[in-house]
Every structure is written in C-alpha cells, then in structure tokens.
Nanobody
Framework: VQLQASGGGLVQAGGSLRLSCAAS????????VGWFRQAPGKECIFVAG???????AVHESVKGRFTISRDISKSTVYLQMNSLKPEDTAVYFC?????????????????WGQGTQVTVSS
C-alpha cells in the first residue's frame, strides 16, 4: 500500500491550495483517511478525516476554510484549503486506516504517506 500526497506549495495569505492523497494497493479495502500536519518544532495534529461511509470532520482551527472530499474511482482523497493563513504553514501528510474510520490519533492508522510542504506567506 502506498499513499502519495501532493499539491503543496507556496501561497500568499488568503490564497487556496488543494492537496491530493492518492492511494494504491488498497483495492477491495475500505479505508478511512485522515490528513495531518506538522509545523517545525510542533506536534503532529489532525486536520481532517473521512470515513469510508463518507462521514467527515475537520479540526476546529480550520473549520469553514478546509474541506475534505474524495473520489473513490480515483482512490484519491482531497483537502481543499481556502483562506490560508501563515499559521497553516506545515508539512501535510495523509494516512489510511483499514478499519474504515478516520481517527484523531495518528497511531490508529495503518499506512502513512510522505508529506507535502505548504507554506503561507504573510
């Protein structure tokens, strides 16, 4: 199983980015997926998650700005990030759970992908 996060970059405050998490090797599995981020010197935190059933949630700090969605046919989960702020700067990465649910705790996941850097300038 491989997860590949992409779509990061440098953007000005107020701008938007869409991150993608493409999964391979998960055929016949029904994973839950979570997005996490980690800024330098800070702990890894949950940003958003989506269950296999489609239920989803985002962290309070990004509510109203970030949206998680998916395209099952493409085995891809997206994180649409709008109204970006400098404090959103971090490495973002995705993780998948074979238990079909997303979890706030990164340790509950079975697979992790490499991150993509998001930098928001003021």
């Amino acid at each position: 199983v491989q997860l590949q996060a992409s779509g990061g970059g440098l953007v000005q405050a107020g701008g938007s980015l869409r991150l993608s998490c493409a999964a391979s090797g998960l055929t016949f599995r029904r994973p839950g997926v979570g997005w996490f981020r980690q800024a330098p010197g800070k702990e890894c935190i949950f940003v958003a998650g989506i269950n296999w059933s489609g239920g989803s949630a985002v962290h309070e700090s990004v509510k109203g700005r970030f949206t998680i969605s998916r395209d099952i046919s493409k085995s891809t989960v997206y994180l649409q990030m709008n109204s970006l702020k400098p404090e959103d700067t971090a490495v973002y990465f995705c993780a998948a759970s074979e238990k079909s649910y997303y979890y706030i705790d990164i340790n509950e996941y079975d697979y992790w992908g490499q991150g993509t850097q998001v930098t928001v300038s003021s």
